[in-house]
C-alpha cells in the first residue's frame, strides 16, 4: 500500500523514512501550516506561577519556551510538568530542561488518568497548547476542583484554502491511504470543491491517531469503521508500527481471496467426463453432454485466469517499460541539467574572476584617495599647528613684555615646548625656547602686585575715613523753672518766673565754641570721597604702566585731599596719610622688558 502523510512541514519526512525501511512508500503532503500565537504577559506569568504545566504536543513546548526566552522568564523548579506524549517529554528536556510524566495512553484520557492528576484541589494548573482542539483534560482537571487556565502558543491552519491540488496529486500517484493526526487536517483534506475526489475519499483507508479523529471521520464525513485504523499514539515508531500491521493484513486478505479464486475453479471435471466416455463408449448421453459441457467451463475458466494473469504481466510490462521511458527522460533531464550545472559554474567562476579584479581596482582606487586625503589632512594640521605654535610664541612675548607676568610666559613657552613634542628637526627651536625660560626665571619679580595690593587696600578704606564736618555743640542745661515754696528765695523765684515768660518769645540757645565755615553737604562728602578714590585708583593704573610721572601726581593729590577734607587726626586717616608718603618716597626701578629668542627662533624654522 502506498500512504498519503499529512503532518506539518517537517514531521512526517521520519515517518516516510521508517516506512521506507520496511519497502513501503509513502508521500509527504503536509496540508496544515502551524503559526506562533504570542501569549499575553498574563499568561506567561501565570504559567511560570503554576503547580503543575500540562503541555499538549512538541510544537507547544517549542512556542512556550521560545517565548519564556523572549521574556527572560523561568518555569520554577517546585512546578510539576506533564506531557502528552513521550515525543513531548522529550522536547520539554531539549527545550526546558525538566523531565515531564508522560502516560502509558499517549493521549487526554491516558494523561487525565495519571495518579498525579487525582488531587489537584485549589492547585494552579495551566495547560500549554494550540488555539482550539479538545476541551477534555480541561472538563476533567475542574471537576476535580483545579483552578485552570490555558495558555495558547501556536494555532494550526489549512496550508492551502482548498484540498484538490492534493487530492489530484494522490489520486495520480495511487494513494490507498492517508495518515491523519489532527481534526483540523481531517477537515483540511475533504475541504474538496469536486465530486469525483470526494468520492475516492471515500474509498480510501484513513491511518488516524485517536479515538477523537475516527469519530469525527464517522459522524461528519460518513466514513465507516473498516476503513479507519487507530493507531497507538502518535509517534513516528506507533505509526509506522500500525501501517505495517495494516499492510500485512492487506497481503494475507489478498493471498485468501486468490487461494478461494482457485479452489473454485472445477479442475476434476474433465477426468471425470473421460472416465465416464471410457465407460460409455457406446453412445452420448444427456449426462455425458452435460458433464462435456461443465468440463469446458471449466477449462473456459482457468483459461480466462490465465489470460487475467497475462493480462496482469502485460500491464506490468508496460508500466515497468513506462517507467523505463521516465528513467531515461530522468536520465536525459539529468544530464541536462548537469550540463547546465556546469556551465552555470563556468560562468560563476568567470564573474568571480570579474568580481576580484574589480576589487582589486577599487581596492586601489580606495588606497589612492586614501592617501590623497591623508596627505590633504597633514597639510591642513600642518597648518593648524603652525598658527597654534605662532600664538603661543606671541602669547608668552605678550606676558614677558606687557604684563610683566614672567611665570605666566614661562608656562607658555612649555606649552609651546609640549606642542613640538611630535615634530622633526626641532633641537634648535627648543633651546630657544628653553633659554628663554630660563632667562625668565632669572629675573626679579617686580613688586607691582604687592603695590597694587596696597592701593586697593587703601581704597577700601575711602568710605571709613571721618571728614572735617562740624558737629552740633551741645546746649547748656537750662536751670529749673519750678518756683520754690520758701519765701526767703524770692528773688530766685522771680528768675524763674521772668526765664519762663521769656522762653515763651524768644529762645536763645548758647555753645561752648563758635561754627566754623563751610559745612559740608551729603553730596559734597560723596564728591570728596570719589575724587580721594579717583587719585587712588590713577595711581594703581600709572604704576602699573610704569608711569611713574603720574603715579607721583595722583599720590601728591590724594595726600592733598586728605589734608584738606579728612580729620589727619583720626588714626584711621592718619594711617593711610603715612602710607601715601611712604609709596611716594619709594623708588620703584622700572626694569627692562625681556627680549624672548623663541619667535625668532620659531619664525626660521617654519621656512
Same mark, same amino acid.
Given at each position: 500500500?502506498?500512504?498519503?502523510?499529512?503532518?506539518?512541514?517537517g514531521?512526517?519526512?521520519a515517518?516516510a523514512?521508517?516506512?521506507?525501511?520496511?519497502?513501503s512508500s509513502?508521500?509527504?503532503?503536509p496540508v496544515?501550516?502551524l503559526?506562533s500565537?504570542?501569549a499575553?504577559?498574563?499568561?506567561?506569568?501565570?504559567?511560570?506561577?503554576?503547580?503543575?504545566?500540562?503541555?499538549?504536543?512538541?510544537?507547544a513546548v517549542?512556542?512556550?519556551?521560545l517565548?519564556?526566552q523572549?521574556d527572560?522568564?523561568s518555569v520554577?523548579?517546585?512546578c510539576?510538568i506533564?506531557?502528552v506524549g513521550t515525543q513531548?517529554?522529550d522536547?520539554?528536556?531539549a527545550?526546558?530542561s525538566?523531565?515531564?510524566?508522560a502516560p502509558?495512553r499517549q493521549?487526554s484520557?491516558?494523561?487525565?488518568a495519571l495518579?498525579?492528576?487525582q488531587a489537584v484541589?485549589?492547585l494552579q494548573?495551566?495547560?500549554v497548547?494550540?488555539r482550539?482542539?479538545?476541551?477534555h483534560?480541561s472538563?476533567?482537571?475542574?471537576?476535580r476542583g483545579?483552578?485552570l487556565?490555558?495558555c495558547n502558543v501556536y494555532?494550526?491552519?489549512?496550508?492551502?484554502?482548498?484540498?484538490d491540488d492534493?487530492?489530484d496529486?494522490w489520486r495520480e500517484a495511487?494513494i490507498d491511504?492517508?495518515?491523519?493526526?489532527?481534526?483540523?487536517a481531517v477537515?483540511a483534506?475533504?475541504?474538496t470543491h469536486q465530486a469525483a475526489?470526494?468520492?475516492?475519499l471515500q474509498?480510501c483507508?484513513?491511518?488516524?491517531?485517536?479515538?477523537r479523529t475516527?469519530?469525527?471521520?464517522?459522524?461528519q464525513?460518513?466514513i465507516t469503521?473498516?476503513?479507519i485504523?487507530?493507531?497507538?499514539?502518535a509517534?513516528?515508531?506507533?505509526?509506522?508500527?500500525?501501517?505495517g500491521?495494516?499492510?500485512?493484513?492487506?497481503g494475507?486478505a489478498?493471498?485468501?481471496?486468490?487461494?478461494e479464486t482457485?479452489?473454485?475453479?472445477p479442475?476434476?471435471?474433465?477426468?471425470?467426463?473421460?472416465?465416464?466416455?471410457?465407460?460409455? =463408449?457406446a $453412445?452420448?448421453?444427456?449426462?455425458a453432454?452435460l !458433464?462435456? @459441457?461443465? +468440463?469446458l467451463?471449466g477449462?473456459?475458466?482457468?483459461?480466462?485466469?490465465y489470460?487475467?494473469?497475462q493480462?496482469?504481466v502485460?500491464?506490468?510490462s508496460?508500466?515497468i517499460?513506462?517507467?523505463?521511458?521516465?528513467?531515461?527522460q530522468?536520465q536525459?533531464?539529468l544530464?541536462?541539467t548537469?550540463s547546465?550545472l556546469n556551465?552555470?559554474?563556468?560562468?560563476w567562476?568567470?564573474q568571480?574572476k570579474?568580481m576580484?579584479?574589480?576589487?582589486?581596482?577599487?581596492?586601489?582606487q580606495?588606497?589612492?584617495?586614501?592617501q590623497?586625503?591623508?596627505?590633504?589632512?597633514?597639510?591642513q594640521?600642518?597648518?593648524?599647528v603652525s598658527s597654534?605654535?605662532?600664538a603661543?610664541?606671541?602669547?608668552a612675548?605678550f606676558?614677558a613684555?606687557?604684563e610683566?607676568?614672567y611665570l605666566?610666559?614661562?608656562?607658555?613657552?612649555k606649552?609651546l615646548?609640549?606642542?613640538?613634542?611630535?615634530e622633526?628637526a626641532?633641537? =634648535?627651536? $627648543?633651546l630657544?625656547?628653553?633659554q628663554d625660560i !630660563?632667562m @625668565?626665571? +632669572?629675573?626679579?619679580k617686580?613688586?607691582t602686585?604687592?603695590v597694587?595690593m596696597?592701593?586697593?587696600?587703601?581704597?577700601?578704606?575711602v568710605d571709613?575715613?571721618?571728614?572735617?564736618?562740624?558737629d552740633?555743640p551741645?546746649e547748656?542745661a537750662?536751670?529749673?523753672a519750678?518756683l520754690?515754696r520758701?519765701?526767703?528765695?524770692w528773688?530766685?523765684n522771680?528768675?524763674r518766673s521772668?526765664q519762663k515768660i521769656k522762653?515763651?518769645?524768644?529762645t536763645?540757645r548758647?555753645h561752648?565754641?563758635?561754627?566754623?565755615?563751610?559745612?559740608?553737604?551729603?553730596?559734597?562728602?560723596?564728591?570728596?570721597?570719589?575724587?580721594?578714590?579717583?587719585?587712588?585708583q590713577q595711581?594703581?593704573t600709572?604704576f602699573?604702566d610704569?608711569q611713574?610721572?603720574?603715579?607721583?601726581q595722583?599720590l601728591s593729590?590724594?595726600?592733598?585731599t586728605?589734608?584738606s577734607y579728612?580729620?589727619?587726626?583720626d588714626?584711621?586717616?592718619n594711617m593711610?596719610m603715612?602710607?601715601l608718603?611712604v609709596?611716594k618716597?619709594?623708588?620703584?626701578?622700572?626694569?627692562?622688558?625681556p627680549q624672548?629668542?623663541?619667535?625668532?627662533?620659531?619664525?626660521?624654522?617654519l621656512?
Amino acid at each position: 500500500m502506498k500512504f498519503a502523510i499529512t503532518r506539518p512541514q517537517g514531521k512526517g519526512e521520519a515517518l516516510a523514512s521508517e516506512l521506507a525501511k520496511s519497502h513501503s512508500s509513502a508521500l509527504c503532503t503536509p496540508v496544515l501550516k502551524l503559526c506562533s500565537v504570542q501569549a499575553s504577559p498574563q499568561q506567561l506569568l501565570s504559567a511560570c506561577d503554576a503547580d503543575i504545566l500540562i503541555f499538549i504536543s512538541q510544537d507547544a513546548v517549542i512556542n512556550f519556551a521560545l517565548q519564556l526566552q523572549a521574556d527572560d522568564l523561568s518555569v520554577p523548579s517546585t512546578c510539576k510538568i506533564f506531557a502528552v506524549g513521550t515525543q513531548t517529554s522529550d522536547a520539554v528536556k531539549a527545550h526546558l530542561s525538566r523531565h515531564a510524566t508522560a502516560p502509558k495512553r499517549q493521549d487526554s484520557e491516558g494523561l487525565v488518568a495519571l495518579k498525579e492528576l487525582q488531587a489537584v484541589q485549589d492547585l494552579q494548573v495551566v495547560i500549554v497548547k494550540g488555539r482550539g482542539g479538545r476541551t477534555h483534560i480541561s472538563t476533567a482537571l475542574k471537576s476535580r476542583g483545579a483552578r485552570l487556565s490555558t495558555c495558547n502558543v501556536y494555532e494550526r491552519t489549512a496550508a492551502q484554502s482548498h484540498s484538490d491540488d492534493w487530492l489530484d496529486l494522490w489520486r495520480e500517484a495511487k494513494i490507498d491511504g492517508i495518515v491523519i493526526t489532527s481534526n483540523a487536517a481531517v477537515d483540511a483534506i475533504f475541504n474538496t470543491h469536486q465530486a469525483a475526489n470526494q468520492a475516492w475519499l471515500q474509498a480510501c483507508m484513513f491511518v488516524v491517531v485517536s479515538e477523537r479523529t475516527a469519530q469525527h471521520l464517522k459522524i461528519q464525513y460518513k466514513i465507516t469503521d473498516t476503513q479507519i485504523v487507530v493507531s497507538q499514539g502518535a509517534s513516528t515508531e506507533a505509526l509506522a508500527q500500525t501501517i505495517g500491521d495494516l499492510n500485512s493484513q492487506q497481503g494475507n486478505a489478498m493471498t485468501e481471496k486468490q487461494q478461494e479464486t482457485l479452489a473454485s475453479t472445477p479442475s476434476n471435471e474433465p477426468q471425470q467426463v473421460e472416465t465416464h466416455a471410457k465407460n460409455h =463408449t457406446a $453412445k452420448l448421453s444427456k449426462t455425458a453432454v452435460l !458433464a462435456l @459441457l461443465v +468440463a469446458l467451463t471449466g477449462v473456459g475458466a482457468a483459461g480466462g485466469v490465465y489470460m487475467y494473469n497475462q493480462q496482469q504481466v502485460t500491464q506490468q510490462s508496460g508500466q515497468i517499460a513506462q517507467l523505463s521511458a521516465q528513467n531515461s527522460q530522468l536520465q536525459s533531464q539529468l544530464q541536462t541539467t548537469q550540463s547546465a550545472l556546469n556551465e552555470l559554474q563556468n560562468q560563476w567562476q568567470a564573474q568571480q574572476k570579474s568580481m576580484n579584479t574589480q576589487l582589486q581596482q577599487q581596492q586601489r582606487q580606495v588606497q589612492q584617495t586614501l592617501q590623497q586625503t591623508l596627505s590633504q589632512a597633514r597639510q591642513q594640521v600642518g597648518g593648524a599647528v603652525s598658527s597654534e605654535l605662532r600664538a603661543l610664541a606671541r602669547y608668552a612675548e605678550f606676558k614677558a613684555a606687557s604684563e610683566r607676568d614672567y611665570l605666566g610666559a614661562v608656562i607658555v613657552l612649555k606649552r609651546l615646548d609640549g606642542a613640538l613634542s611630535e615634530e622633526l628637526a626641532t633641537d =634648535t627651536l $627648543k633651546l630657544a625656547i628653553n633659554q628663554d625660560i !630660563a632667562m @625668565l626665571r +632669572a629675573l626679579p619679580k617686580p613688586s607691582t602686585e604687592a603695590v597694587y595690593m596696597e592701593l586697593a587696600g587703601l581704597i577700601s578704606q575711602v568710605d571709613k575715613l571721618p571728614l572735617k564736618t562740624i558737629d552740633k555743640p551741645k546746649e547748656r542745661a537750662s536751670e529749673s523753672a519750678e518756683l520754690s515754696r520758701d519765701i526767703s528765695e524770692w528773688q530766685a523765684n522771680v528768675i524763674r518766673s521772668w526765664q519762663k515768660i521769656k522762653a515763651d518769645f524768644l529762645t536763645i540757645r548758647q555753645h561752648d565754641r563758635p561754627v566754623i565755615d563751610p559745612l559740608l553737604d551729603a553730596q559734597e562728602q560723596q564728591l570728596i570721597r570719589a575724587q580721594l578714590r579717583s587719585y587712588l585708583q590713577q595711581a594703581q593704573t600709572a604704576f602699573l604702566d610704569q608711569q611713574a610721572s603720574i603715579f607721583d601726581q595722583a599720590l601728591s593729590g590724594a595726600i592733598s585731599t586728605l589734608n584738606s577734607y579728612y580729620r589727619t587726626s583720626d588714626s584711621a586717616s592718619n594711617m593711610v596719610m603715612e602710607q601715601l608718603q611712604v609709596l611716594k618716597r619709594a623708588e620703584h626701578p622700572v626694569t627692562q622688558t625681556p627680549q624672548l629668542a623663541t619667535p625668532n627662533a620659531l619664525k626660521e624654522w617654519l621656512q
